[in-house]
């Protein structure tokens, strides 16, 4: 048997491993975390044990912040104000998934009284959703915490009930070992076993975790084309399990004539700033903008340069990625009638890059071809600026549009009030709607909210399933309904029982209890 | 190009051909279906003329009742009796959901306030449910009605705001025209275009429609085989659908030595009616019976004998499923150890069967090997009686299981009530419940009701996904949610905005609205 291969820290600033961080997992590795993990689901089947585990584990990631940031950053290069804000939105996280474990909606009780008199008769029916086993979850390169060992997830699947084995991100492993220790940890200070959440590195246990027999579900935030293959695992099993893939993601945001004519600076500074930030690297980077053709969407494109071109040349996650991207630029820039009025750089020639954007006609887009190119999410700090003659050519865009997590409006007073006798916001709110999992008007859709409405998803290849991974909701990911049918009350889960024991939120012939 | 093949509806008492009523859909055909019904999504997005279109097609079909029973009745053999009660269950079903419309509980209205002080900072956001698009269902041969053309799927999904492609069952095409001219009849009345509804015949049309890029879900009741091959299809499209498929359940039945004691010959009698009942055509027929070893077990079987012998012969939906069920008795009978007390019989030789049984050693289950074939799915009136000596017996089985669509527990007295010393009333409740989306206890799971808290689906190959096809919840299948940003007032959908103008059921900042 071939011995199992090191897994390195690296430095992305420079290049350079900086340590050994662990081993690959070999097959039998990832058998071994995963039979403990599907172990330990009958700790984590009572609510209190889970909330207590995930309010631990945040204490105890804050408490070792400094030392998370500071690795994390050794790591990703992302820097110490954007960890230490990532964190707290970690932490945050961890804490209302444990709020959402302590109120019980999610459970979804649902209790019908006998009724023998309808076509067929109702027997006494009492239904809540149970924990679906043991989960794979995929960390995404560009949220080393977020939405890696201790991210979305891993607190949404805990708060599920069901155990986690985390297949690491190979650009952050050290830090996934860190966090992935101190939820360990959390777990036994909790009284629970420590294979709650286990830790898997390399590509193949990526594979191997996916198809897994003792694995229930998987979720994975990362590129369209890692995330197809293991959907495509995941769908190949025996029994296939549902895979919640977010892969990839263009963004649109359109401009009207309107909204450009009173603000071309601030929507073209606003646009520089969410292109830009985390150098990029976000899931929901603007990264196709619709612009009006004329002097006040040049105005806009003005803006848009200066600020851009005002922004530091940053690091990429790792040098694949920086490859990527410049390769990307450049095959974008060639395209017939691509301009580059700023030029995405190559920031010091060896590590960094320099934020910048194309501009084409709106009318390239809309007929398919080898501008299709522009269509596709290129990660890092480039958008590209489709530039229309009327709303026809917006139209047109749109609907050959995949599917998005977010989709953006920027759109004029009058549009905004409903009083523009075109009614354009309203007609536009409705043409986005069905291309995206989240619309933004007047505003912009990097910063993702954890909160109840939040929804992070959207139609392929923005999603593979109609779940969110972010907002209380995500806990349904993991969820499965059962019914019990005339089970003598003794035998009933107490959160099924009369009398509501727990003090769970339910519904009862269709009616909340108690209302 | 081939000239479309006809369709024949065929009388299953005789094996003859009835009447040609159709022609398979070719591809062209397939794709003209589903583009109408694409188009008739717009006049679905408001949901009053949703619920009249559910109201209206229910009138419509109970009006037609009697012609709607003759054309089943002659295609499918299942008799007027029960014809008539599976219309009235697809009456009920139709206005239940029209009710479920009216509600709009199901659009999961979420509105967070906006909380700049949080990290991230919260803007205001409100979410709820859209429907995903035309959708294609997938016509069950066992429910002429009630899983077919007027059916769970397409009332749930017409209730989201889906219009529907049915792909009819080859068993019983005359009476899915008629039920499908009535629907889209129904629609026309309620000002909606008839489009609302389509219906395509064929194997072929079937593929054509899973893989037809504006199908946006698909809805399916029937065999592993069929199942899967279209789920694989869904899941390898170029952009994948959600595929809901129930695709096959063995039904165990576990009962305890304390039960078989108490009342044998009950459970016996009760247990030949749900096996027996349409013939052994239903989903959720009791397949596997885990009996105890020696004398109360012996009373069972011998009740359970003298009931099934006492079944009249009955006529399977077509000679196709008649001849795999005697291939699949005859396989299963030739088995190491298997017995067969009362060997399910050929009927009158030619069209019809007779109910049966047989029996064999759980010991022999518990390995692996030949006797698997014990633990697949076989469609008519038998079931496997599996005698164990003790409960260790019973988990091996148990944990060889595939999922189920139910699991039923037969318990004895203290049992039921908790008070026995080994407590093996919750631990087999504990035990079934992995493995099943429905557990009953002390009845039989033939009888699925329509109600708010029903769960029909489980763990695969029972479901392909986490969601119900009978009951309030089937809506679910059909949504995605989308979350609106800092949208200005005026621009809101009615649904989430202040003031709550449409009086939806809606929760603020994670608490239900008004409370």
Chains 1, 2 share one sequence.
Request: glycine residues 12%; proline residues 8%; charged residues 20%.
């Amino acid at each position: 048997m071939a011995a199992a291969a090191p897994v390195w820290s690296v430095d992305p600033r420079t290049g350079k491993r900086r340590e050994r961080v662990a081993l690959e997992a070999t097959t039998d590795a990832v058998d071994t975390a995963v039979r403990a993990a599907h172990t330990a689901r009958g700790a984590l089947a009572d609510r209190p044990p889970r909330a207590a585990l995930l309010r631990r584990a945040a204490d105890l990631l804050d408490a070792a912040g400094e030392e998370i940031v500071a690795a994390a950053d050794a790591e990703t290069a992302l820097g110490p104000a954007r960890l230490t804000g990532e964190l707290a939105r970690t932490t945050y996280q961890l804490r209302s998934f444990a709020a959402i474990v302590d109120e019980g909606g999610f459970l979804d009780v649902l209790i019908d009284r006998p009724d023998p008199g309808l076509t067929p008769p109702r027997p006494d029916l009492r239904r809540y959703k149970i924990p679906l086993g043991a989960v794979a979850v995929y960390a995404a390169s560009n949220f080393p915490l977020a939405f890696s060992v201790p991210g979305g997830d891993t607190a949404s699947a805990l708060a599920a009930g069901c155990p986690v084995v985390v297949k690491a991100h190979p650009d952050h492993p050290a830090t996934s070992e860190l966090c992935a220790g101190l939820l360990r940890r959390a777990a036994v200070e909790t009284g629970l076993p420590a294979d709650a959440v286990g830790l898997v590195h390399g590509f193949r246990a990526g594979v191997d975790l996916v198809r897994h027999p003792l694995i229930a579900a998987a979720g994975f935030t990362g590129s369209v084309r890692g995330g197809r293959a293991l959907y495509d695992a995941a769908a190949a099993r025996p029994h296939p399990i549902p895979f919640h893939g977010e892969l990839g993601s263009l963004n649109p945001v359109v401009v009207t004539e309107a909204a450009a004519v009173e603000r071309a600076e601030r929507i073209g500074a606003g646009l520089a700033g969410s292109m830009t930030l985390g150098t990029g690297q976000f899931c929901v980077k603007p990264g196709l903008v619709l612009a009006p053709e004329g002097a006040a969407g040049d105005r806009l494109l003005a803006s848009l340069a200066s600020a851009a071109a005002a922004t530091e040349a940053g690091v990429l996650l790792d040098h694949r990625m920086r490859d990527a991207f410049l390769d990307g630029v450049r095959d974008r820039t060639r395209l017939p009638g691509v301009q580059a009025p700023l030029a995405p750089g190559d920031g010091d020639g060896e590590h960094t890059v320099g934020a910048g954007f194309l501009t084409v006609a709106a009318a390239r887009l809309a007929d398919g071809g080898p501008h299709d190119l522009l269509l596709e999410e290129c990660f890092g700090p480039v958008t590209v600026v489709a530039r229309y003659a009327d709303d026809a050519e917006i139209g047109a865009v749109l609907a050959r549009l995949p599917g998005n997590l977010t989709a953006t409006l920027q759109l004029g007073d009058a549009e905004s009030a409903g009083t523009d006798p075109a009614g354009r916001g309203a007609r536009l709110l409705a043409e986005v709607t069905p291309l995206a999992g989240r619309v933004v008007v007047n505003g912009w859709p990097t910063s993702v909210a954890v909160a109840p409405a939040q929804h992070h998803g959207g139609p392929y290849p923005a999603a593979t399933s109609t779940s969110t991974s972010v907002g209380a909701t995500a806990v349904e990911r993991w969820l499965r309904p059962v019914a019990y049918q005339d089970t003598p009350p003794a035998l009933l889960p107490p959160e099924l029982r009369d009398g509501n024991p727990l003090g769970l939120p339910r519904r009862i012939d269709g009616r909340a209890e108690g209302a």
